[in-house]
C-alpha cells in the first residue's frame, strides 16, 4: 500500500497507487459522443501541464483555484494539477447562481478562477471584482483558455513538497445561521481518509492479489466531482488502488445499469439506487461481476436496502461522513451479511466516534445523542471564520457533527436525525434558514419557514410557507420563479404554499415540526 512520500503532496501518494505499466487505461469516458479512453500516464502528463502553467503564475503557496465547470476527465486533471502544485482546491457545484458564487469568490478571495465558456462573461467581472488575477474557462469537450494555455507548458512535473496541514482543498457548506464556511481539508486529512478506505473496503486486496476479477477493480464513476462523495471517496478510491473508471458526466440510471457486467464498484447517494431499482435490466445477472455497492451522503431507507438485496443478490455497503471530515463510518466490507440495514456501520480505524448528551456529558450505550469525532481525517477549520470553528468543536477537540444518532453495544452507529436544521435533498444540502432568507427578501413578504418532507425520489425536499405583510398579496408560483433566479435548483422548495400565519409556540418560536406533519405527505401519498 502506498504511505505517505517524503515531501507529503498527496500527489505523490495517489501517483504511487498508478500501475508500473502506465500505458494502460486509466479513465474511459462513458458518456462522450465517442468514447475516450486516458491512459496513466495521460492522467500524469495532462496534470503536469496544468500544475506547470499555474507554477508560471507565480502564485504564492496556498493559493486558491476556484473552479465550476462541468465534469469531465480535464476537470479531475486539474484537481490533481492543483494538488501538484502545492495550491487549494476550491471546488463549486455547476448549479450554483450568480449571488453564490459570488459569495464563494469574495469570501475565499482566489488566485484563478476556471468556469464554463457559457459563464465567462459574468463570473469574470465578479473574480476581477474581487481581486483574481487569472480566469480561465475549460469546457466538457476539451476545449477552453485553459488547456489551450497548458498546451504550451512540459509534461513533466515534480509534486511542489508540502506539510502535512498544507491545505489541499476548501469544500463550501452552508450553516445554519450565515454564509456558507469553506471547510479547509488538509493534504494528510485526505491521504489518511484515501488510505483507511483502501483497506476497509478491498481496493488494496484486490489490488495486491493482481485482482480476483481478471485484473484489478473498476469503478463506475457517475457522481458529481463538486463535493466529497465524487471528488475524494470515489475517485482517490480508484486512482490510489490503480483501479481503471468508467466516467460518467451524469448519472443516467439505464446507461449506469448497462456498464454493471464490466465493473466492479459503484458508489452513489440513495437516490441513485432508487432510480436504478426501477430499471427492469438490473438484475442478479446483470450484477454478477460487481463486488461492491457503497451508499451514502444521505440516509438510505431500510426498503431500498432490501430491495436491492432480494433484486442483486447484493448487500448495500452504508458509510457515514462530512465535508469537513470525509469518512467517519463505514458498515463492515467483510463479511457481507455483517452489513446492516439502518446503520452506518462502525468507525473506521483511527477515527473516533463518540455520542454525547447537550449538556456535554457521554450517554450510556445505545441511547440517543450528539455525534462528535476525532481522528487525522477532521478538518483544520472554517476558512478565516476562528469563532465559528471553536464553536463547532468541545473542549476536548471532538468535533460537533450536528447529526443525531446512538451507538450500540456492538459499536455500530445508527443516525436517527438531525441537530442542525437541515434537509438533504438527492445527497445534497439545503440549510432552510438560505432559503427562507432569500424569501423574506422578497417585496411583500412578512415571514417565511421552510420544512424538509419525505419524497420518493431525493429522499427528502424542500416545502415553504409564507406569510404575507399586511396589505399585501402573494402569488406562489412567482415566489418559485423569483427563487430559481437566486440559488441553486437543488434548494428551490418543491412547493410554495402562502398561509396566514405560521404555527408558533408559547415562546413565540416557529414549530417547524407541526408545518412538517401538516405536508408529510405530499409527495409521498
Ligand atoms: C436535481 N434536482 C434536484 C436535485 N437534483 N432537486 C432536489 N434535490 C436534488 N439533489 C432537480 C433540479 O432542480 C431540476 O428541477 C430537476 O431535478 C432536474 O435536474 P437535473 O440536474 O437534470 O437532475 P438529475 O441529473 O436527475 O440529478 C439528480 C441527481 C443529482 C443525479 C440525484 O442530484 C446528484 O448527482 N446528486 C448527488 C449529489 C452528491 O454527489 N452528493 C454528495 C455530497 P427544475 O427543473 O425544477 O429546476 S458529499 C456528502 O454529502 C458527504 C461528505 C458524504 O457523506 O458523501
Ligand atoms: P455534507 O456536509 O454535505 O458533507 O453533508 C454531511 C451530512 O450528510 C452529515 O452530517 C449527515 O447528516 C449526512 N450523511 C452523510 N452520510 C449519511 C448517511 N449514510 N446516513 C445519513 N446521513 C448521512
Known amino acids: 500500500m502506498p504511505t505517505e512520500t517524503a515531501h507529503n503532496n498527496l500527489y505523490a501518494a495517489l501517483r504511487a497507487g498508478f500501475p508500473a505499466d502506465l500505458s494502460r487505461v486509466a479513465i474511459e469516458t462513458a458518456d462522450t459522443p465517442v468514447p475516450l479512453r486516458y491512459t496513466w500516464a495521460d492522467l500524469e502528463r495532462g496534470s503536469a501541464m496544468l500544475a506547470n502553467l499555474l507554477g508560471s503564475l507565480e502564485l504564492p503557496a496556498g493559493s486558491r483555484v476556484a473552479v465550476q465547470v462541468d465534469k469531465s476527465v480535464e476537470a479531475l486533471m486539474l484537481y490533481l494539477a492543483v494538488l501538484r502544485a502545492g495550491h487549494v482546491y476550491l471546488p463549486l457545484n455547476t448549479a450554483y447562481q450568480e449571488v453564490e458564487i459570488t459569495y464563494f469568490i469574495g469570501n475565499a478571495e482566489p488566485a484563478v478562477v476556471v468556469c464554463s465558456k457559457r459563464n465567462f462573461g459574468w463570473v469574470s467581472r465578479t473574480a476581477f471584482n474581487a481581486g483574481t488575477r487569472h480566469v480561465y474557462t475549460l469546457d466538457d469537450d476539451r476545449s477552453g483558455t485553459l488547456l489551450d494555455r497548458a498546451a504550451f507548458h512540459a509534461d513533466t512535473q515534480e509534486p511542489v513538497p508540502v506539510a502535512p496541514d498544507d491545505l489541499a482543498a476548501i469544500l463550501y457548506t452552508s450553516g445554519t445561521t450565515g454564509r456558507s464556511k469553506g471547510a479547509m481539508l488538509t493534504h494528510r486529512n485526505l491521504l489518511s481518509n484515501a488510505q483507511v478506505l483502501q483497506e476497509a473496503w478491498g481496493w488494496a486486496e484486490v489490488n495486491r492479489q493482481g485482482g480476483h476479477h481478471h485484473g484489478a477493480d473498476v469503478l463506475i464513476h457517475v457522481l458529481p466531482i463538486f463535493h466529497v462523495h465524487g471528488l475524494f471517496v470515489a475517485s482517490h478510491g480508484a486512482l490510489l488502488s490503480g483501479s481503471k473508471m468508467i466516467w460518467f458526466s451524469r448519472f443516467d440510471p439505464r446507461a449506469t445499469v448497462a456498464r454493471l457486467p464490466e465493473a466492479t464498484v459503484f458508489m452513489g447517494v440513495p437516490t441513485l439506487y432508487v432510480r436504478m431499482l426501477a430499471e427492469a435490466a438490473l438484475t442478479r445477472a446483470s450484477c454478477a461481476h460487481m463486488r461492491l455497492f457503497v451508499s451514502g451522503s444521505a440516509p438510505l431507507l431500510l426498503e431500498t436496502f432490501q430491495q436491492w438485496q432480494q433484486r442483486t443478490g447484493h448487500t448495500l455497503l452504508e458509510r457515514y461522513g462530512m465535508s469537513e471530515t470525509a469518512m467517519l463510518t463505514s458498515n463492515p466490507y467483510r463479511p457481507e451479511s455483517a452489513r446492516r440495514g439502518g446503520t452506518v456501520g462502525l468507525p473506521l480505524p483511527g477515527v473516533g466516534v463518540r455520542v454525547h448528551d447537550d449538556k456535554g456529558r457521554p450517554v450510556r450505550t445505545g441511547e440517543i445523542g450528539g455525534i462528535e469525532v476525532k481522528g487525522p481525517n477532521v478538518f483544520k477549520g472554517y476558512w478565516r471564520m476562528p469563532e465559528k470553528t471553536a464553536d463547532e468543536f468541545t473542549n476536548d477537540l471532538w468535533f460537533k457533527t450536528g447529526d443525531v444518532g446512538r451507538i450500540d453495544a456492538d459499536g455500530y452507529v445508527t443516525i436517527v436525525g438531525r441537530s442542525k436544521d437541515l434537509i438533504i435533498s438527492g445527497?445534497?444540502?439545503?440549510?432552510?434558514?438560505?432559503?427562507?432568507?432569500?424569501?423574506?427578501?422578497?417585496?411583500?413578504?412578512?415571514?417565511?419557514?421552510?420544512?424538509?418532507?419525505?419524497?420518493?425520489?431525493?429522499?427528502?425536499?424542500?416545502?415553504?410557507?409564507?406569510?404575507?405583510?399586511?396589505?399585501?398579496?402573494?402569488?406562489?408560483?412567482?415566489?418559485?420563479?423569483?427563487?430559481?433566479?437566486?440559488?441553486?435548483?437543488?434548494?428551490?422548495?418543491?412547493?410554495?404554499?402562502?398561509?396566514?400565519?405560521?404555527?408558533?409556540?408559547?415562546?413565540?418560536?416557529?414549530?417547524?415540526?407541526?408545518?412538517?406533519?401538516?405536508?408529510k405527505g405530499l409527495f409521498t401519498g
Open 427 to 519: 445527497g445534497y444540502n439545503v440549510y432552510p434558514a438560505e432559503v427562507e432568507e432569500c424569501i423574506n427578501d422578497m417585496p411583500g413578504v412578512a415571514e417565511s419557514a421552510v420544512v424538509g418532507v419525505p419524497h420518493p425520489d431525493f429522499g427528502e425536499v424542500g416545502v415553504a410557507a409564507v406569510v404575507a405583510k399586511p396589505g399585501s398579496t402573494l402569488d406562489a408560483e412567482a415566489i418559485l420563479g423569483t427563487l430559481k433566479t437566486l440559488i441553486a435548483n437543488f434548494k428551490v422548495p418543491k412547493r410554495v404554499y402562502v398561509v396566514a400565519d405560521l404555527p408558533r409556540n408559547a415562546m413565540g418560536k416557529v414549530q417547524k415540526n407541526l408545518l412538517r406533519e401538516q405536508h
